[in-house]
């Protein structure tokens, strides 16, 4: 079965085909982040225009590098949230379009559980499993009964891992996206332990049960800086960024371990944007469990994993003509601790 894939939540323009649910024939993305550099961050309404620009251009080329006319493809799946509401408003009207022109059936997906989908490309896991969703507006820890199935058991109850990082780059100085270019300059650090025991130690938040916060751990970033002389920080900035990141790193690899101990699963696959960070994903692939990860080009957002979550969502559907009904509606929050 053929997937059309569609997304546009945020600041990525992307369309992929993918052959039932794992095989990615071909995957296509326009990224808006030199538009949005000099602004540090997404602006919301440039955003949608852009996407509103570039959508049908990529969508060809999707289909252009996979030899295929929308004739053969079987169903369109659309990101319809969380996201961006004017982003996800235009690559949802493009999809409903095209499925109704050409008589499809069309997928609403889930951004989050596209994520999670993110795991099956181009490998076998299956579930059950517990998954780390860690993004720039989300980090969750969602128990995977099925392909269906997806409930979130914690959540963060401030900022997300993401933002944390984005946060902590501008103290830092670095440019947009900071996420990426914090891990690069905590690269530059020369520390093999597992476990960082440096000069520059953060506190590990304490939150019940399964949830996170992060805002305090980018507080005390924060201090650190007030608290150092301008040569110090500057001097040390390569140090912070990996004793933040390792931080960061530990608390992840902390509460998975109690999800682990609470449900008996022990196959973890962890997701979302941040699962591209090279400290979390040594200390991930060094547990005594196995532990999957999208590829890199995987793990920010792409078209190829709501395509595969179409999928999914379409073959466990019991009523399928209901992906005929292109009525359903963009949301910018989740209301439910279901992503299936």
Same mark, same amino acid.
Do not use: E, H, K, R
């Given at each position: 079965m053929l997937i059309l894939g569609i997304e546009s939540s945020c600041d990525e323009s992307a369309a992929a085909v993918v052959k039932d649910g794992r095989e990615v024939i071909s995957n296509y993305l326009h990224s808006q982040i030199e538009d949005h550099k000099d602004w540090g961050g997404v602006i919301p309404e440039f955003a949608s225009r852009l996407h509103y620009k570039k959508i049908n251009n990529v969508i060809s080329k999707t289909l252009s590098d996979a030899n295929l006319s929308l004739n053969e493809i079987d169903a369109i799946a659309v990101t319809h949230g969380p996201g961006l509401i004017g982003s996800l408003l235009v690559g949802m009207n493009v999809a409903k379009t095209l499925a109704w022109v050409h008589n499809k059936p069309l997928v609403p997906v889930n951004h989050l559980m596209g994520h999670i989908c993110s795991n099956f490309l181009d490998s076998d896991i299956e579930p059950s499993f517990i998954c780390l969703l860690a993004s720039g507006g989300h980090t969750q820890i969602v128990r995977v009964n099925s392909y269906s199935e997806m409930v979130i058991s914690g959540e963060t109850i401030d900022d997300a891992a993401g933002e944390a990082f984005d946060k902590v780059a501008r103290?830092? *100085?670095l440019p947009y996206p900071g996420g990426p270019e914090l891990d690069r300059l905590a690269q530059g650090f020369n520390f093999s332990e597992s476990v960082y025991k440096g000069k520059y130690k953060f506190?590990?938040?304490k939150v019940k049960e399964l949830n996170f916060s992060f805002s305090g751990l980018k507080t005390s970033v924060l201090r650190l800086k007030e608290k150092l002389c301008e040569a110090e920080w500057s001097e040390n900035r390569t140090e912070i960024a990996f !004793?933040?990141? *390792?931080?960061? !790193?530990q608390v992840l690899k902390k509460k998975i371990e109690t999800a682990i101990e609470d449900s008996g699963i022990e196959q973890v696959i962890i997701a979302g944007g941040v699962a591209a960070n090279s400290r979390i994903r040594k200390i991930f692939n060094e547990m005594n469990i196995k532990v999957t990860m999208p590829s890199l080009k995987y793990c920010? *957002?792409? !078209? !190829?994993?709501?395509?595969s979550a179409g999928y999914y969502k379409y073959l466990s559907s019991q009523e399928k003509e209901i992906y005929y009904n292109y009525g359903f509606e963009a949301f910018s929050k989740l209301t439910t601790n279901s992503l299936g």
């Open positions: 103290l830092l *100085d506190p590990i938040p !004793a933040f990141q *390792d931080c960061v !790193a920010t *957002d792409n !078209a !190829a994993m709501i395509a």
